[in-house]
Antibody, heavy 115, light 106 residues
Framework: QVQLKESGPGLVAPSQSLSITCSVS????????VHWVRQPPGKGLEWLGV???????NYNSALMSRLNIIKDNSKSQVFLKINSLQTDDTAMYYC?????????WGQGTTLIVSS | QIVLTQSPAIMSASPGEKVTITCSAS?????MHWFQQKPGTSPKLWIY???NLASGVPARFSGSGSGTSYSLTISRMEAEDAATYYC?????????FGGGTKLEIK
């Protein structure tokens, strides 16, 4: 069945960079786009970006200077890279499959930015 | 970008009561999607393309709307429906979410 699972470092110091991995199963990254969405504690959902089946990516314009999304189709993995982390980047980060709509979500991985 | 405004932000309903959550878009969109999120869990697709129930969603839920005004309705509230509901549009990039409606059971 379709599954997405995020993994990340958990705790990162301000100004550092990190990479969060989304490992997928039950479908091929060559056929579906994968989005990244984050949710700060107690707050709503914010779209970060997407990598399409063909490999191109689009980003939230407010964050695009700090974001990079890439993937490895052969390993069924998508990577979200964030530079210059700030305390307000603290959030749960989700990867989400798109099939005309956001149909399957991962369980999320918590990122805390703190010194 | 399209701004989605949900109302109310918080509400409570008694078992059996009819519930309506609205989502207003800053510009016209073709479709609206809805997600349900319970504490400590990831959002789940609940209603797609305005009025289609996702797999496993009870028939007491319905969605409607067009243009800039959309709604999610529960015909008879049940305890398991207590959750936060988010509307989302992906018709015009970037995809945007409403601020959420927290629905509680009385």
């Amino acid at each position: 069945q379709v599954q997405l699972k995020e993994s990340g470092p958990g705790l990162v110091a301000p100004s550092q960079s990190l990479s969060i991995t989304c490992s997928v199963s039950g479908f091929s990254l060559t056929n579906y786009g994968v989005h990244w969405v984050r949710q700060p504690p107690g707050k709503g959902l914010e779209w970060l970006g997407v990598i399409w089946a063909g490999g191109s990516a689009n980003y939230n314009s407010a964050l695009m200077s700090r974001l990079n999304i890439i993937k490895d189709n052969s390993k069924s993995q998508v990577f979200l890279k964030i530079n210059s982390l700030q305390t307000d980047d603290t959030a749960m980060y989700y990867c989400v499959r798109e099939y005309f709509f956001f149909d399957f979500w991962g369980q999320g991985t918590t990122l805390i930015v703190s010194s | 970008q399209i701004v989605l405004t949900q109302s109310p932000a918080i509400m409570s309903a008694s078992p059996g009561e009819k519930v309506t959550i609205t989502c207003s878009a800053s510009s016209s969109v073709n479709y609206m999607h809805w997600f349900q999120q319970k504490p400590g869990t990831s959002p789940k697709l609940w209603i797609y393309s305005t009025s289609n129930l996702a797999s496993g969603v009870p028939a007491r839920f319905s969605g409607s709307g067009s243009g800039t005004s959309y709604s999610l309705t529960i015909s008879r509230m049940e305890a398991e429906d207590a959750a936060t509901y988010y509307c989302q549009q992906r018709y015009i990039y970037p995809p945007t979410f409403g601020g959420g409606t927290k629905l509680e059971i009385k």
